[in-house]
């Protein structure tokens, strides 16, 4: 098969690293792709809100299979632009894709189908939003409808800080994304991401993961797209895997199917593992990144045939092997991120880092410039490793991010330390 993907960060090099190895791919390309995707693929210069482009170079470079990386382009439906031009293409179509797109459409499809989450209200104006703050204090959750690229939500403390979150929405602080706003009760408990691959009808669970959001070390500092992950999530254990299938996953399923816009793809659900069970933050529809990094680790099977179909509707009688070891990767970033950051600084060592056994690095914001690596993104490199424990993994990873040297560069030190603690016996 010739395949294109879609994307340029860590999750499509993880993807890519997959692609190339299965025996189904022929031709491989990606566009843009970034300096490690240069290894598994050729990368190329597409603009991928281009819809029409990406469809003209399937046609001229026959292409079969489309993987799609990136929440934007599903939700503005190049999927559904690929599938009228004859292409097959993994990912929701653009009704399917608003379980990431719209947060309001998510919490009212939980409500109608009595999924667990939080309790919410939808607002389209600064006044009645603030009066409904009146009756549930803080802490509370102000979330912008739409797409905001990680910036859309705002855990406030006090009421001072959700009426200020109201005011920036609605001001436009986040443009479109901001226009309809979601307020959502405060939700206690240990977050975990959970990955099932959807053909819309059947899901397959694939793996859970652990993400760590804020930029600093102990979970400190302003939120990002995430500094590191580590994957099994402990705190996912048969029952909350089982129930979060039964009580989120397959209803969802359902209830889509029903609205006539079937979900096919990776439904990736952020989870709030509370007291009374597992509950749905929010859904993406696609992979998640630095999550994908360490799924793509542990997945033994062949990725392909399994994205084929989910497309197909294929997942009923699929079967997927992971190996039961624990994958990490850290997130190095360009010294700034999540603010602002400077591209362009050379990064060494990658060889000598890439030795260090069981690691795999794969690049987000890198660029080749005469032969040597920059970086070219706020997050860069997602140094992994798979090891027998979380403890082993994370030692790996730390001990080839010290064979880089990136001085306009950091990383969080603490990747993975909820799952260390738990393997110390804390
Ligand atoms: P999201 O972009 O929806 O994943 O939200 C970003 C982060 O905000 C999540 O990872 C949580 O840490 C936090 N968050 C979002 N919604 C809630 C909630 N209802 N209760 C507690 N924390 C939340
Ligand atoms: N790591 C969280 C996300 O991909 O949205």
């Known amino acids: 098969m010739n395949i294109l993907l879609l994307g340029s960060g860590g999750r499509e090099h993880a993807l890519a690293w997959k692609i190339a190895a299965?025996?189904?791919?022929?031709?491989?390309?990606?566009?843009?792709?970034?300096?490690?995707?240069?290894?598994?693929?050729?990368?190329?210069?597409?603009?991928?809100?281009?819809?029409?482009?990406?469809?003209?170079?399937?046609?001229?470079?026959?292409?079969?299979?489309?993987?799609?990386?990136?929440?934007?382009?599903?939700?503005?439906?190049?999927?559904?632009?690929?599938?009228?031009?004859?292409?097959?293409?993994?990912g929701p179509g653009r009704l399917a894709a608003r379980l990431e797109g719209s947060k309001g459409f998510t919490k009212d499809l939980c409500r109608a189908n009595n999924i667990p989450t939080a309790a919410y209200e939808r607002f389209t104006a600064p006044g009645p939003a603030k009066e409904y703050l009146k009756t549930t204090g803080a802490p509370i959750v102000i979330k912008a409808d739409?797409?905001?690229?990680?910036?859309?939500?705002?855990?406030?403390?006090?009421?001072?800080?959700?009426?200020?979150?109201?005011?920036?929405?609605?001001?436009?602080?986040?443009?479109?994304?901001?226009?309809?706003?979601?307020?959502?009760?405060?939700?206690?408990?240990?977050?975990?991401?959970?990955?099932?691959?959807?053909?819309?009808?059947?899901?397959?669970?694939?793996?859970?993961?652990?993400?760590?959001?804020?930029?600093?070390?102990?979970?400190?500092?302003?939120?990002?797209?995430?500094?590191?992950?580590?994957?099994?999530?402990?705190?996912?254990?048969?029952?909350?895997?089982?129930?979060?299938?039964?009580?989120?996953?397959?209803?969802?399923?359902?209830?889509?199917?029903?609205?006539?816009?079937?979900?096919?793809?990776?439904?990736?659900?952020?989870?709030?593992?509370t007291k009374d069970g597992p509950k749905l933050i929010e859904f993406n529809a696609r992979f998640?990144?630095?999550?994908?990094?360490?799924?793509?680790?542990?997945?033994?099977?062949?990725?392909?045939?399994?994205?084929?179909?989910?497309?197909?509707?294929?997942?009923?009688?699929?079967?997927?092997?992971?190996?039961?070891?624990?994958?990490?990767?850290?997130?190095?970033?360009?010294?700034g991120y999540p603010g602002d950051y400077k591209r362009g600084s050379a990064i060494k060592g990658l060889d000598a880092a890439a030795e260090v056994e069981g690691v795999e690095i794969f690049h987000a914001g890198t660029k080749e410039a005469d032969g040597r690596i920059v970086s070219n993104g706020g997050r860069v490199l997602n140094v992994s490793a798979m090891a027998k424990t979380v403890s082993q993994a994370q030692r790996l990873a730390y001990q080839a991010i010290d064979r880089i040297k990136w001085p306009e560069g950091f990383c969080r030190r603490d990747i993975g330390w909820q799952a260390v603690k738990r393997e110390q016996g804390g």
């Not at 299965?22 to 490690?36: E, Q, V």
């Open 22 to 90: 299965s025996p189904l791919t022929d031709r491989f390309y990606c566009a843009p792709g970034n300096a490690g995707i240069a290894r598994e693929a050729e990368c190329v210069a597409l603009d991928i809100t281009d819809h029409a482009a990406i469809v003209a170079f399937c046609k001229t470079n026959k292409i079969d299979f489309v993987v799609v990386g990136p929440e934007a382009p599903l939700v503005a439906g190049v999927v559904d632009d690929l599938a009228a031009a004859g292409f097959k293409a993994f």
């Open 146 to 273: 739409g797409l905001a690229a990680g910036k859309g939500v705002v855990v406030a403390q006090t009421l001072a800080e959700a009426n200020a979150a109201i005011d920036m929405m609605f001001e436009g602080g986040l443009g479109a994304a901001g226009a309809e706003v979601v307020i959502e009760e405060f939700m206690v408990g240990e977050e975990a991401s959970f990955f099932a691959l959807c053909d819309g009808e059947t899901a397959l669970p694939l793996a859970s993961a652990q993400d760590h959001k804020r930029v600093g070390d102990g979970d400190t500092g302003p939120n990002t797209g995430g500094m590191g992950a580590y994957s099994p999530a402990p705190v996912m254990t048969p029952e909350i895997t089982a129930r979060t299938m039964d009580e989120i996953i397959r209803p969802t399923l359902k209830a889509m199917k029903a609205m006539g816009c079937p979900y096919k793809g990776v439904l990736f659900a952020g989870l709030m593992i």
């Open 288 to 335: 998640g990144d630095p999550e994908t990094q360490v799924l793509m680790l542990r997945l033994m099977s062949d990725l392909v045939p399994a994205l084929v179909a989910s497309c197909d509707g294929q997942l009923k009688a699929f079967d997927l092997r992971w190996y039961p070891d624990a994958a990490l990767t850290v997130v190095m970033a360009a010294k």
